[in-house]
């Protein structure tokens, strides 16, 4: 092979994606929860730089639907990124996944806001049993109730 001038050894790059859970169990109640538009926010920091690609969110409990979603990340009430777009529940209690267009970068011990506006009209899965203090391999996650 020839020699060349550039580095030829693959770049590391952003490593395999994690999920953090805040939540430890959901549940549904008839009648109980429904996204009607309304925000819904939290405040988190962490205490190692990472990169967040984008929202798990609860879906129909009431069978299969179609959402309206605007997720957005904030810092001191700066817009860093949002995303306006749909997303299909298919019924079952998972989460499903709305990404930004990039990964954010964030920076440790600073607060974000990350909050997600949806529109539906089915009844919802909801998170129960939230941690304030999540550990994710080297990365400590902290929950803060959002004004």
Same mark, same amino acid.
């Given at each position: ?30 009648? %109980? ?108 996650? %902290? ?5």
């Amino acid at each position: 092979k020839p020699l060349l001038s550039y580095p030829v050894k693959p770049r590391a790059g952003l490593k395999a994606q994690q999920i953090c859970h805040r939540f430890q169990s959901c549940a549904y109640r008839s009648n %109980q929860w429904r996204y009607r538009g309304r925000c819904d926010s939290i405040q988190f920091c962490v205490d190692k730089r990472i990169f967040v690609a984008g929202f798990g969110l609860y879906g129909s409990s009431n069978g299969a639907a179609d959402y309206n979603v605007k997720i957005e990340l904030k810092r001191l009430g700066r817009v860093l990124a949002e995303n306006n777009t749909k997303f299909f529940s298919d019924g079952s209690s998972n989460t499903f996944h709305v990404y930004f267009e990039n990964p954010i970068q964030i920076e440790p011990e600073c607060f974000y806001t990350a909050s997600a506006i949806l529109d539906g009209s089915e009844l919802s899965y909801f998170g129960q049993e939230g941690l304030s203090e999540v550990y994710m391999g080297t990365v400590t996650f %902290q929950f803060h109730c959002s004004s």
